[in-house]
């Protein structure tokens, strides 16, 4: 039986993207009063995705096909931009409350993921007669 399921491998990678922006916001909180520290965030999951997965995906199945998309290296990592906001004196552009709400959301995304998860997972011991 094949568990390579697309929702399984969505909600993983969501959960490991917003993994990832927590770790980005956790440095910017933690460079809050860093004279010149720029804030960075990652884009949105939403907009990496259509990125990296449009609607038709061709793939290399043999070793004579040409490289195409993320396998060519094309969009498979997201780099983490600066964050626009007023400057303080020192030149640092975090936002502790910015911040606080971006974690908010991540926290979300990654409950999300998480829910999907579980509930895919459980459909499946369902399916097999295992409780």
């Not at 969501?14 to 960075?40: C, K, M, S």
């Amino acid at each position: 039986m094949d568990l390579n399921l697309n929702v399984l491998r969505l909600a993983s990678g969501l959960a490991t993207y917003a993994a990832r922006r927590q770790a980005l916001i956790a440095e910017n909180v933690a460079n809050a009063d860093t004279p010149g520290f720029r804030a960075r965030d990652l884009p949105d999951f939403a907009a990496v995705l259509d990125q990296a997965a449009p609607p038709f995906t061709a793939r290399t199945t043999r070793a004579g096909h040409i490289p195409f998309g993320a396998e060519a290296g094309l969009g498979a990592e997201p780099r983490p931009d600066a964050v626009e906001g007023a400057d303080t004196p020192n030149g640092n552009s975090v936002s502790i409350e910015d911040q606080m709400t971006r974690a908010a959301g991540i926290r979300q995304s990654h409950d999300l993921a998480m829910g999907v998860y579980a509930k895919t997972l459980d459909v499946l011991r369902a399916s097999i007669g295992v409780k």
